[in-house]
């Protein structure tokens, strides 16, 4: 029995949601630990795209258990659209392949109100990029104990209780603060009552059916959202996500114990990528830049925008091997850096005349640093067909020595190609 906990170590979209569909091959359990639908897991699988935004990526494997943890906030809308949209490609979801935890938390429309209003206030140097989603005002009320949960939707006077409660606050915000159109208590009533039938045989104790399996022996893969640079503690704050992302929130995040994980693989793409705003030392803007947004097809899974493109960031590297405790890392989309002659990777910032190996808390500091770069040769030839690691190009080779020796942490993955058999397993973290 293994439990292994996948997490980005940039600013998210780093291909996790390929990895865990590969790993889950090993996996009895795949489980979704943090952040809402504003993230976006991207898959290729004999040609079919599948983008899944709350259901964990190892649904596409129908022998396989997932789970959404307590860590993660639900629009119930959402989520059933993506049920609904397996269903019609043949993958039908029932309550024996997915369980809701019962303590997650649910997105209301005010939510989504709420963080559109805000955003749209704010002047331009202000604005953090959200996707509009109602991600960050979900948590507020979470962390300020007037949340709405999963299992809220099970008792209706509960429910009417909250949301009565919840809509005197709201409302006074959306009128007097934002000049907003109010949201009516019976519509949104209504909705959630239709969501609790539909959705009430999937609710339960994630916790509890995850010892069980521990306790069996079975395998599990944690699976979390964005990157490392984006968690609200750790990252360039405030330019981040609302939720930990880093490894250790798969425990608080699920209810599982810490000293059940064996492993934590990082998902680190072979060049650097940025959504919204926020500090990017390594941002591209030349036509360098603009070949590997447009190679990598570089726009988010969710929002559709162009993604930000730079060279690879060893200090976003280290600090992510640093938080999460990496034990392996997933080299990703490093067909993407082929036909470039020169690659150069960031080793440490410059600030005025200090030198820096981790990213600075000041956030203004944080954009002002300098990369300083390490230059290494590229390769011309594609190497996307490639099935074999030692057949892969010196200079790719080399690369991915580079990143192993800087980090301090082994490839365990190496991903040539956007689809599901353009990876290169060389470690299965479930058999160590």
């Given at each position: 029995?293994?439990?292994?906990?996948?997490?980005?170590?940039?600013?998210?979209?780093?291909?996790?949601?390929?990895?865990?569909?590969?790993?889950?091959?090993?996996?009895?359990?795949?489980?979704r630990f943090q952040g809402g639908n504003n993230a976006g897991h991207t898959l290729v699988v004999n040609k079919q795209q599948y983008i899944f935004h709350i259901i964990p990526s190892g649904i596409l494997y129908e022998d396989k258990k997932c789970m959404i943890g307590n860590g993660v906030i639900i629009?119930?809308?959402?989520?059933?659209?993506?049920?609904?949209?397996?269903?019609?490609?043949?993958?039908?979801?029932?309550?024996?392949?997915?369980m809701i935890s019962e303590n997650a938390h649910l997105i209301m429309e005010?939510?989504?109100?709420?963080?559109?209003?805000?955003?749209?206030?704010?002047?331009?140097?202000?604005?953090?990029?959200?996707?509009?989603?109602?991600?960050?005002?979900?948590?507020?009320?979470?962390?300020?104990?007037?949340?709405?949960?999963?299992?809220?939707?099970l008792d209706e006077q509960i429910l009417r209780d909250k949301l009565?409660?919840?809509?005197?606050?709201?409302?006074?915000?959306?009128?007097?603060?934002?000049?907003?159109?109010?949201?009516?208590?019976?519509?949104?009533?209504?909705n959630l009552l239709d969501y609790a039938e539909k959705l009430a045989p999937f609710v339960g104790n994630v916790s509890v059916e995850l010892d069980l399996a521990r306790t069996r022996g079975e395998n599990i893969l944690f699976e979390g959202a964005q990157g490392t640079q984006l968690d609200?503690?750790?990252?360039?704050?405030?330019?981040?996500?609302?939720?930990?992302?880093?490894?250790?929130?798969?425990?608080?995040?699920?209810?599982?114990?810490?000293?059940?994980?064996?492993?934590?693989?990082?998902?680190?793409k072979a060049y650097t990528t940025r959504v919204g705003e926020g500090p990017f030392p390594t941002e591209l803007h030349d036509e360098t830049g603009e070949q590997l947004q447009r190679k990598g097809g570089e726009f988010g899974a969710t929002t559709g925008r162009k993604r930000r493109c730079g060279w690879l960031d060893g200090v976003v590297a280290s600090d992510a091997v640093r938080l999460n405790g990496l034990t392996g890392l997933a080299i990703t989309k490093l067909d993407v850096l082929s036909g470039q002659s020169r690659i150069k990777m960031a080793t440490s910032y410059k600030l005025d005349e200090l030198s820096?190996?981790?990213?600075?808390?000041?956030?203004?500091?944080?954009?002002?640093?300098?990369?300083?770069?390490?230059?290494?040769?590229?390769?011309?030839?594609?190497?996307?067909?490639?099935?074999?690691?030692?057949?892969?190009?010196?200079?790719?080779?080399?690369?991915?020595?580079r990143i192993e020796d800087f980090t301090g942490v082994e490839a365990v993955i190496v991903s040539v190609g956007p689809d599901r058999d353009e990876t290169l397993l060389l470690k299965d973290p479930f058999e160590v």
């Open positions: 029995m293994s439990s292994v906990v996948i997490v980005g170590t940039q600013w998210g979209d780093e291909g996790k949601g390929k990895i865990v569909d590969l790993l889950t091959r090993s996996a009895d359990y795949v489980v629009d119930p809308a959402i989520l059933l659209q993506e049920i609904g949209g397996l269903a019609e490609k043949g993958l039908p979801v029932t309550p024996e392949r997915l005010y939510h989504r109100r709420l963080d559109q209003a805000q955003e749209a206030s704010l002047t331009k140097d202000k604005k953090i990029g959200t996707t509009g989603r109602g991600i960050g005002p979900c948590y507020v009320d979470k962390v300020g104990r007037v949340g709405i949960k999963v299992g809220d939707l009565t409660a919840a809509l005197e606050e709201k409302n006074f915000l959306l009128k007097e603060k934002f000049g907003e159109q109010p949201v009516f208590f019976d519509s949104v009533l209504a609200i503690d750790h990252g360039t704050y405030p330019f981040v996500t609302s939720s930990n992302t880093v490894a250790g929130s798969a425990c608080n995040g699920a209810g599982f114990g810490p000293t059940h994980i064996d492993s934590v693989i990082g998902i680190l820096l190996s981790a990213m600075p808390a000041n956030v203004k500091e944080a954009g002002r640093v300098e990369p300083v770069y390490e230059e290494m040769s590229g390769w011309p030839s594609e190497i996307n067909e490639i099935t074999n690691y030692e057949d892969l190009p010196v200079e790719a080779k080399d690369y991915i020595k």
